[in-house]
T-cell receptor, first 112, second 109 residues
Framework: SQQGEEDPQALSIQEGENATMNCSYK?????LQWYRQNSGRGLVHLIL?????REKHSGRLRVTLDTSKKSSSLLITASRAADTASYFC????????????FGQGTRLTINP | DAGITQSPRHKVTETGTPVTLRCHQT?????MYWYRQDPGHGLRLIHY???????DKGEVSDGYSVSRSKTEDFLLTLESATSSQTSVYFC????????FGPGTRLTVL
């Protein structure tokens, strides 16, 4: 069964708008990470948030983590055409041996 | 791609043949991983390695084996390829953060 599930599965917005993606997970975690995948390419790490953190920023990215609700959100502000990609959350399970469990991703399209 | 290369990048093979995919890293990461990515399933862990000659199974390990004789190389072998193993295979390396290779697109006819 999937540990992480992203919502929505697909999102299409206009350039300059903000994009918000959500991730829910099922079991306790050490940390949660977000990755981006451009079409036909490998995944690129964006940001890691640990279980004792509630919010983290990196440039135009803002990630929140609510361990009581077992959920996280990724906000991309002032979106650009280059942000068009699939975004995946990944959880590092406490019981796991440095293994990440990935969700199915959100496909984000930024329209010019 | 943070020093992670994969070879070959594309391969077409026939059912029943053995296939080996290679992952090479230049950053001396202890941990390395093999994933497959399929529509509707996201990325699923096949096998991973936590050191030279130390490997363990992931979520979808049946039909796959791995070897790690050097820190920089992690090999994935499909012992007898099947059509269900048609997929895009990604190698990754790293500890908290994983760095991914560009992927290998494998088609089994």
């Amino acid at each position: 069964s999937q540990q992480g599930e992203e919502d929505p599965q697909a999102l299409s917005i206009q350039e300059g708008e903000n994009a918000t993606m959500n991730c829910s997970y099922k079991t306790s975690i050490n940390n949660l990470q977000w990755y981006r995948q451009n079409s036909g390419r490998g995944l690129v790490h964006l940001i890691l948030i640990r279980s004792n953190e509630r919010e983290k920023h990196s440039g135009r990215l803002r990630v929140t983590l609510d361990t009581s609700k077992k959920s996280s959100s990724l906000l991309i502000t002032a979106s650009r055409a280059a942000d068009t990609a699939s975004y995946f959350c990944a959880t590092d399970l406490i019981q796991g041996a440095q293994k990440l469990v990935f969700g199915q991703g959100t496909r984000l399209t930024i329209n010019p | 791609d943070a020093g992670i290369t994969q070879s070959p990048r594309h391969k077409v093979t026939e059912t029943g043949t053995p296939v080996t995919l290679r992952c090479h890293q230049t950053e001396n990461h202890r941990y390395m991983y093999w994933y497959r990515q399929d529509p509707g399933h996201g990325l699923r862990l096949i096998h991973y390695s936590y050191g030279v000659k130390d490997t363990d199974k992931g979520e979808v390990s049946d039909g796959y084996s791995v070897s790690r004789s050097k820190t920089e190389d992690f090999l994935l072998t499909l012992e007898s390829a099947t059509s269900s193993q048609t997929s895009v295979y990604f190698c990754a390396a790293g500890l908290d953060t994983q760095y991914f290779g560009p992927g290998t697109r494998l088609t089994v006819l």
